[in-house]
T-cell receptor, first 113, second 113 residues
Framework: GESVGLHLPTLSVQEGDNSIINCAYS??????FIWYKQESGKGPQFIID?????DKRQGQRVTVLLNKTVKHLSLQIAATQPGDSAVYFCAENSGGSNYKLTFGKGTLLTVNP | DVKVTQSSRYLVKRTGEKVFLECVQDMDHENMFWYRQDPGLGLRLIYFSYDVKMKEKGDIPEGYSVSREKKERFSLILESASTNQTSMYLCASGSQGAGNTIYFGEGSWLTVV
């Protein structure tokens, strides 16, 4: 079956550094991707999304890059802060209604002061 | 801002009890979802609903049922709770159609003893 996975389960960075979290997907029909942030004990929070007709999208301190050739998605966080410490996971929509979202397992980002 | 509210954050129930988890969204979204989240397994879809009184099974519907009598409210029912249903339950909602993100509530931690 199709799956969404992550290269690194944990990532530790120093405050002020940039963070890059990666996600591989295997369904070439996927046309919409989302990044979520989940803090301990809370529900996932939408960060940023990107459609398959784009290869880059920027938000506030975050950038998502999409490489359809190698089916790779990344989330870049600039000037990482302690408040960015959380689990980050990607989701893909392989087409149709959004109930077909497939979620990755997540990467734990730890920001050291 | 989108608001998805799960009325119970922490519950402890006994094996065999009937459990109701309630979820309300304030964005007039057509789609609503119930997921469970377990360590190492990520988010798994239990049921979703694309309209009032309409429901579809997700990936792990066994042992659960749902009710959607009003557009803004989606309830998850455990007819006879079992210990393997101890988990974090997440409600989400989203607009209909591909390319629309879904927004999560804060989660309900259920422990079945």
């Amino acid at each position: 079956g199709e799956s969404v996975g992550l290269h690194l389960p944990t990532l530790s960075v120093q405050e002020g550094d940039n963070s890059i979290i990666n996600c591989a997907y295997s369904n070439s029909a996927s046309d919409y991707f989302i990044w979520y942030k989940q803090e301990s004990g809370k529900g996932p929070q939408f960060i940023i999304d990107i459609r398959s007709n784009m290869d880059k999208r920027q938000g506030q301190r975050v950038t998502v890059l999409l490489n359809k050739t190698v089916k790779h998605l990344s989330l870049q966080i600039a000037a990482t802060q302690p408040g960015d410490s959380a689990v980050y996971f990607c989701a893909e929509n392989s087409g149709g209604s959004n109930y077909k979202l497939t979620f990755g397992k997540g990467t734990l980002l730890t920001v050291n002061p | 801002d989108v608001k998805v509210t799960q009325s119970s954050r922490y519950l402890v129930k006994r094996t065999g009890e009937k459990v109701f988890l309630e979820c309300v969204q304030d964005m007039d979204h057509e789609n609503m979802f119930w997921y469970r989240q377990d360590p190492g397994l990520g988010l798994r879809l239990i049921y979703f609903s694309y309209d009032v009184k309409m429901k579809e099974k997700g990936d792990i519907p066994e042992g659960y049922s749902v009710s959607r009598e009003k557009k803004e409210r989606f309830s998850l029912i455990l007819e006879s709770a079992s210990t393997n249903q101890t988990s974090m339950y997440l409600c989400a909602s989203g607009s209909q159609g591909a390319g629309n993100t879904i927004y999560f509530g804060e989660g309900s931690w259920l422990t079945v003893v």
